[in-house]
């Protein structure tokens, strides 16, 4: 008699062979160009060297698709399909396949209207307008089946009569099922395809690069340079008060380059977005990237007025000095503030959760900071010079130092600062 533990391993040894079986037909390419329309990337990979797998065929009023890709470790992760008029993502037409190991597996459909912050197409009826799904997990690979159907009266649900460029993307899941943006884990067809028919089209890979220099320049420049520059404007004055070239002061010669290669920077780093878009500005719908955009285009716009004021500041002397002492003062707090908060929504969109953490640290440190600066500042009457005059030039009568307690801290934000620059580059370097 059969006991129970060699009818266990007989299921068992059924189940791997038929998920071995199952998985070998999903990634074969012998079907393609005959029985289905086929996507893979990279192109002609074999078994798990896919990275990415897409097969569809016409049934009746449906169509059906098989998508898969690799991970590396699946615990709650998304796998999607896009159709798009055009090869940037925006104005789409998607359908996610989510894989929770501690929950039901479910297959939804949204509509993108920019590049991130997908809305379900039917809130009350997730699925509509797809059957017979099912979410497999074999060997780290995640395969998803489902018939869609070519058109429904549903707003944003696009009709596969017609030909789109067919996008996938992969990527993490929120708690609350949500999906997180997917960084570099994506592939578009180098063509428009069309579903009602089994042919081959061929992927390519999309490039994140553009991306990855934007949010590493602007983190460059603001984060770090432009705080040091500030620094060295408001609390740094007296520093090395007996060097200086053509009579300007040390604290202008750091203050002054350091400002201008932020202007540079940001505006090297808006053009890389600004190309990566195809020149195209961010969707209103996409609120949080609108946002970002928008106090991002202000910062950039004020930190060039900012130069132009410093180039046509009146006089030492003139009446009207104190009038733009105050002017360049308040633009550059505000451009400042606005500056920390376009960074800091650019990590809630495209960094993962524990990011915020690194940013926050740094945030309350740049608080701890200016509120020691301010105390050691104050006590210091030597700190307090030329305040009418914005002194950039030195005085012959007064030689003001500085305390060893404002030297240190500005030796530990700089070197706290630069480790936290690394720290968000690397970031950026390995989630795009």
């Not at 926050?360 to 105390?375: H, K």
């Amino acid at each position: 008699m059969i006991n129970l533990s060699q009818i266990l391993a007989k299921l068992v040894l059924f189940c791997l062979t038929f998920g071995q079986l199952y998985a070998a037909e999903i990634l074969n390419s012998t079907d393609c160009n005959s029985k289905y329309g086929c996507f893979y990337s990279p192109k002609d990979c074999v078994d798990d060297q896919c990275e990415f797998v897409a097969k569809w065929r016409l049934i009746e009023d449906q169509i059906e698709f098989i998508i898969a890709a690799k991970f590396d470790k699946l615990k709650q992760n998304w796998l999607a399909i896009a159709f798009s008029y055009d090869k940037s993502m925006g104005n789409d037409s998607v359908v996610a396949c989510k894989f929770n190991a501690d929950a039901n597996n479910n297959v939804q459909n949204y509509y993108n209207p920019g590049q991130f912050d997908p809305e379900l197409i039917n809130s009350k009826e997730p699925s509509e307008g797809l059957s017979d799904v099912k979410i497999t997990n074999f060997k780290g690979l995640l395969i998803c089946t489902f018939k869609r159907d070519k058109s429904t009266n549903a707003k944003n649900f696009f009709d596969l009569n017609e030909n789109y460029y067919l996008l996938m993307a992969k990527g993490d899941l929120e708690k609350d099922g949500s999906l997180t943006y997917h960084g570099s884990d994506k592939i578009i067809s180098q063509q428009k395809i069309d579903f009602n028919i089994a042919l081959e089209a061929k992927s390519v890979k999309v490039s994140t690069n553009f991306v990855k220099i934007h949010a590493i320049l602007m983190i460059i420049a603001w984060p770090f340079l432009s705080t040091i520059g500030i620094l060295f404007a408001r609390y740094y004055k007296s520093i090395f008060p007996k060097m200086n070239i053509t009579g300007v002061q040390f604290w202008f010669l750091i203050h002054r380059p350091l400002m201008l290669t932020v202007c540079l920077l940001s505006l090297i780093g808006f053009g890389f977005i600004f190309s990566y878009k195809n020149w195209s500005w961010t969707s209103q719908s996409s609120v949080k990237n609108f946002t970002h955009s928008i106090i991002g285009l202000v910062t950039i716009i004020l930190s060039l007025i900012q130069p132009m004021m410093a180039f046509f500041r009146p006089d030492k002397l003139a009446d009207n000095r104190p009038v733009f002492n105050w002017a360049h003062r308040l633009v550059g707090i505000f451009v400042y503030s606005s500056s920390i908060t376009a960074v800091f929504l650019g990590v809630i969109i495209f960094l993962k959760n524990f990011h915020w953490i690194g940013l926050f640290s740094w945030i309350v440190w740049l608080v701890i900071l200016i509120v020691l600066l301010e105390v050691f500042h104050s006590r210091s009457s030597t700190d307090k010079v030329h305040e009418k005059s914005n002194e950039f030039k030195i005085s012959e009568n007064e030689e003001p130092k500085i305390g060893i307690q404002k030297t240190i801290l500005l030796i530990v934000h700089i070197v706290l600062s630069l480790l936290w620059t690394l720290m968000m580059i690397l970031a950026i370097l390995e989630y795009f």
